[in-house]
Structures are given as C-alpha cells and as structure tokens.
C-alpha cells in the first residue's frame, strides 16, 4: 500500500507539472480594492523534483518574493494561497488571461491577470559601465563582529597620488527597516542615485548593505537605532583607516538622518546630511504617521483624534515600562480615549501594546533633541514638504532652533517634495512606486554644492 502511494504521488507530481504547463511563468494584474489598486504579479515555477511553486509580489508596497501555496495547477486553471497573509487567489485561464478572484480577510475582488512580469519606470537608476571606480568592501563593527558589506566609490577621474587628503567622502545610513546598500524600495535605488551624482561631481561614497541584510552579517533582532549608529561609526572609523579622503561626511535617510546627529554629536563626522531626520521624540513620530494615514484611509476626524490619543498612551505606557504590556492597562487606555472606535482599530492598538520589539521600544523613548544640541560639525538638514513619515513642519523648526550656530548650517524645506524626495502629489506611501523619479535634482545638486562649500 505505502509503495502504491509514492507512485500515486509521482504520477500527481508529473500531472500537476504537465497540465500546469499553461500557467508556467508570470502573471500581472492590477487589484482594485476601492480607495487603492496595486499591482499584483504571481510566478509559477517547474522545479526539478516536478513540483511547481509560486511566488507573489506586491510592487506598490515594496514586496516581493512572498511565498504561495500551490493548493491546484492545470493547464486552465490554478488556486494559490498565503495563510501568513490571508490570502487565496483562483482563477481560469481563457483567451490569454487567468480570470480570477482574490480574497483576503473575507473579502473578495476580481484580479485578472495577463502573461508578463511587472516593469517600473526608473530613468535615474545608473546604468554600468560607469565613468568611475567602485569597490567591494567590508568592515566590522567589534561589539558583536557583525560584518558590514558595501560599495565604495570613487569619484571620476579619481588618482589616490594626487587626490590624497583633498577628495571629500560620505558615509549613507538608510532609514529604518533592514534595506540594502541602495537604500532599494519600490524598485527605486536612491542611495545608488546619490552615490553616480556624488562621483560624477568629485565625491566619493561609501554605502552598504544593513546588517543581516544582503550580503552583511549580524543580529537585527535585538538592533535598535544605538546598534545601526555603532555600524555607521565603524563605517566612519574604516574610511579613516585608508586614509586616502579628506573630510569624511554622513549622509543619513530617515532613520540614517537621526544616526547623522548622533554621530555628529559624538564628533565622529566632519560634516552631517539629515535626509528627513526626525527631531522629535519617536513617539510623537509614531502617532502623526498613524494620523496621516488614518485621515487618508478615510478614517472620520473624531475616530483619528480618538485612535492617535490612545495610541499616544500606549507608547507612554510602554516607554515608561521597559517596553512591557498589560491587558488592564490597555483597557483602560481604550476606555478613557478610544471606547467608540471599531474594533479592527482597538485590534490594532492592541497589537501595538503587545508588540515585543527592542527596535520599537527604542524608537518610541528615543528624543533626538539632546543629540541635536551637541552637534557642532556643519549640518545640511532637509525635508519635503509633502513628507508624510518624518513631517516638515514637526521637525524642521525644532532642529532649527536646537542646532548650534554654524556658518555652513543649512535647514531647508523643499516645496511638493515626499519622503523619499521625489515630486509627489499627496505624500502618501502609496504614491512611491507610480512616480518615475527617484529623487529631486534640486536635492541632488543642493547636496553636492553644500559639500563643497565646505572645502
């Protein structure tokens, strides 16, 4: 009998890679879920041992590669699904398209899909050859020999002998979650855009992979924003130790952009570039994110009010907790602030208050404030003002008003400008993947013509 069911199962297995021949490859559609559509492709696959696999990407919100159960393959027709997500798709094939349903949390939306794969539109995203040197690198940070991997570029027509002590360099920090040496989301590669304009403009460049991310190695699980600083100061402390540049500069991004301050505070950089660096503590950060978002969604203003007032006591609690929970706590939390809010919303407050993450605990307690006091190092600080993430008019007057008096000081505020510094109409997150541009030449020149107002 057992020997019976291995054969049965192989000749499924050959079935299954047979009659799914059809359906092989890449499928594209575009899911209109009201308020939002995105972009959705599956990729189905022949593996070797005949089984086919799929996987699901998400460009309009930065996912790719997501893992989907093959529930049924034929050569018409196919039915996946993700249980981490919720998710379930299945459809037919007719007339070169897969006509179909997709379902998540017990709603359903027609998603037809087309033979292809998804392309964005990146027209700034340098292409090799390049007109410079770039170098595979590495450095340690000792506290726990996390091994940080990255490029670093030379700028063109660079010559070590003659340009010795004189050519500026700059370290790049992303922003917060793990990301690679580009900086990559949505497809977009703004550190990589930052590094070609640098290079092509006579300054060098050192970005790389975050820890446990790419090619790096290293604990993220316990990292919090002091950890990413401890990476970028050892960064710092390698370019020194080739002494080959002259003034060695960070430029940091969101989250990079608070390590900027740090960093300077601590004397570590001749010069700092906060690239929407927040000012304020995280928390406040926290809750106007969630604000905007809400108002977004749709959410009605009272609800807002009522969501972001509790949610404002919750990291209280748990800054004032050690990041600990308790479900008597967070009742009372709803009861006096958010009793009339739906319950997917209290749901989601709850999962805040539960939330066990060092990262998190961290952000929420960390106030940039008495770092940005001690910076005495010349500061480029920008903003978009469309900026939904890091809020202009939240940080930009408060660096302002705690940064030392520096004749190269520079804070400014860029008009239609979002978080990643590209044009942009609202700001929204949700905007990032349908704009070609990766970042603002404004931005792009103003940093280069700051950097070398310093030499």
């Known amino acids: ?261 740090m960093l300077g505070a601590e004397k570590h950089a001749d010069f700092i570039i906060s690239m929407a660096g927040a000012a304020v503590r995280g928390d406040k950060i926290l809750v106007e994110q969630n604000r905007i978002a809400l108002m977004y969604a749709g959410m009605s203003t009272s609800d807002v009010q009522a969501y972001c007032a509790a949610l404002e006591k919750i990291c209280e609690y748990k800054s004032n907790n050690g990041g600990l929970t308790d479900a008597g706590a967070f009742e009372k939390i709803i009861r006096d602030n958010a009793s009339d809010i739906s319950e997917e919303a209290k749901e989601n407050l709850k999962k805040v208050m539960n939330m066990d993450n060092p990262w998190m605990d961290y952000f929420v307690s960390y106030d940039p404030a008495s770092d940005i006091k001690r910076v005495t190092c010349p500061v480029f600080a920008l903003n978009g003002s469309l900026d939904t993430q890091v809020v202009a008019a939240q940080n930009l007057p408060v660096i302002r008003k705690l940064l030392p008096a520096h004749k190269f000081n520079a804070v400014k505020e860029y008009s239609g400008l979002n978080h990643l510094f590209q044009h942009a109409v609202t700001g929204n997150l949700t905007e990032y993947n349908k704009i070609s541009e990766t970042m603002s030449e404004e931005v792009l020149n103003d940093i280069v013509g700051w950097i070398k107002s310093l030499e």
């Open 1 to 261: 009998m057992k020997r019976f069911n291995t054969l049965l199962f192989v000749i499924m297995l050959l079935a299954q890679t047979v009659y799914g021949q059809g359906i092989i490859g890449s499928w594209k559609g575009l899911l209109d879920v009201g308020a939002v559509k995105l972009n959705i492709v599956f990729h189905f696959q022949n593996e070797e041992n005949g089984s086919v696999t799929c996987k699901m990407d998400s460009p309009d919100q930065g996912a790719k590669g997501i893992t989907a159960n093959v529930i049924h393959i034929s050569s018409d027709s196919v039915k996946v699904s993700i249980p981490l997500l919720g998710v379930s798709y299945g459809g037919s094939l007719s007339d070169d398209i897969i006509k179909g349903v997709f379902s998540q949390a017990g709603y359903d939306f027609t998603l037809n899909l087309k033979k292809g794969n998804y392309m964005s539109d990146r027209p700034q995203t340098p292409v090799a050859p390049y007109p410079y040197k770039t170098e595979e690198i590495s450095f340690v940070n000792p506290e726990d020999n996390a091994v940080l991997a990255g490029t670093l570029t030379y700028p063109v027509g660079y010559d070590e002998s003659a340009a010795k002590g004189s050519v500026p360099v700059v370290l790049m920090v992303t922003g917060s979650g793990l990301q690679n040496r580009d900086e990559e989301v949505f497809d977009h590669k703004p550190f990589l855009v930052i590094a070609d304009y640098l290079a092509r403009n006579g300054i060098a460049s050192l970005r790389y992979d975050d820890r446990s991310f790419g090619k790096s190695t290293g604990n993220a699980s316990t990292a919090t924003t002091k950890t990413f600083m401890s990476d970028a100061k050892n960064g710092i402390d390698y370019l020194k130790s080739m002494d080959k540049f002259g003034k060695i500069g960070v430029l940091g991004h969101s989250e990079g952009g608070t390590i900027a301050f």
